[in-house]
């Protein structure tokens, strides 16, 4: 067992691994022979179980307090279970389990990180966008600015990175390439893939794939 799954595992089944205790009781009982076979009342015995019963189920006797009463004699035990020890199967069972769960949570993280990164070069995209190139291809980048360039809204990331780059060289002009080539230099660093982002998010919203529900129900 590595260290991440031992603190998962003591996380999980503390409880589980703590001992178990309760108490029956007898009263009035005349006879030592039958006390063993006699149901005990209170606790888990509850009126049904007898000493010999709950040993089978794997109680043992703690303690043990036997009094005169009027009728016989009174008998008190404290029975105690101890938390069954995993069998190695159920360990690597269980450890398994624990390390799916684990991958699935660091799964999430990641996830809401990319998340969170994306909706951030979104926002200093829109910005570059509105300022810079919203007026020659439309408010949804859907303009063919100068009636040559192809609308940004169509384009890959690779198509953009391509087209820009292209520009910044002279290697690229559908007709009117000198009205974009400064632009194009201005396009520096990251802001290709920051414009593209918020590009992306002016697209008509497809519907988000529903989360698979199936591993969580299954334990
Ligand atoms: C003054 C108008 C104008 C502005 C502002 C402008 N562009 Fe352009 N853009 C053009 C024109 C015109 C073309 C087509 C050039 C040609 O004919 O090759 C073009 C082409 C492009 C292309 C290539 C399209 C293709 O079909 O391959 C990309 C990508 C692009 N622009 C991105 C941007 C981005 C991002 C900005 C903002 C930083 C921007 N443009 C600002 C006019 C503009």
């Known amino acids: 067992?590595?260290?991440?799954?031992?603190?998962?595992f003591s996380l999980l089944s503390t409880s589980a691994l703590l001992a178990q205790t309760t108490m029956c009781f007898k009263e009035n009982h005349?006879?030592?022979a039958t006390i063993e076979?006699?149901?005990l009342d209170g606790g888990?015995?509850?009126?049904?179980?007898?000493?010999?019963?709950?040993?089978?189920?794997?109680?043992?006797?703690?303690?043990?307090?036997?009094?005169q009463s009027t009728n016989g004699k009174n008998y008190i035990y404290i029975l105690k279970k101890e938390a069954q020890t995993l069998s190695s199967m159920d360990e690597e069972k269980l450890e398994q389990r624990i390390m799916q769960r684990l991958e699935k949570r660091q799964e999430q993280e990641k996830q809401a990180k990319i998340?969170?990164?994306?909706?951030?070069?979104?926002?200093s995209g829109k910005k570059i966008y509105i300022d810079k190139c919203q007026s020659c291809h439309g408010e949804?980048?859907?303009?063919?600015?100068?009636?040559?360039s192809r609308p940004l809204?169509?384009?890959s990331l690779d198509d953009m990175d391509q087209s820009i780059n292209d520009y910044m060289y002279d290697n690229y002009d559908r007709g009117n390439a000198h009205v974009?080539?400064?632009y194009a230099t201005f396009l520096t660093g990251t802001k290709v893939k920051e414009v593209y982002s918020y590009i992306q998010s002016l697209k008509p919203k497809k519907e988000e794939p529903k989360e698979d529900k199936k591993e969580e129900s299954s334990n």
């Open 37 to 39: 076979s006699t149901p």
């Open 180 to 182: 974009m080539k400064p």
């Open 1 to 8: 067992m590595n260290i991440k799954t031992f603190i998962a």
């Open 30 to 32: 005349s006879s030592m």
């Open 153 to 155: 809204v169509e384009l």
């Open 115 to 123: 998340t969170q990164f994306k909706q951030m070069m979104s926002k």
């Open 140 to 148: 949804k980048a859907e303009k063919r600015a100068y009636g040559t």
């Open 44 to 67: 888990l015995c509850s009126s049904t179980k007898s000493l010999a019963d709950m040993k089978k189920e794997g109680w043992s006797v703690d303690d043990i307090k036997i009094e």
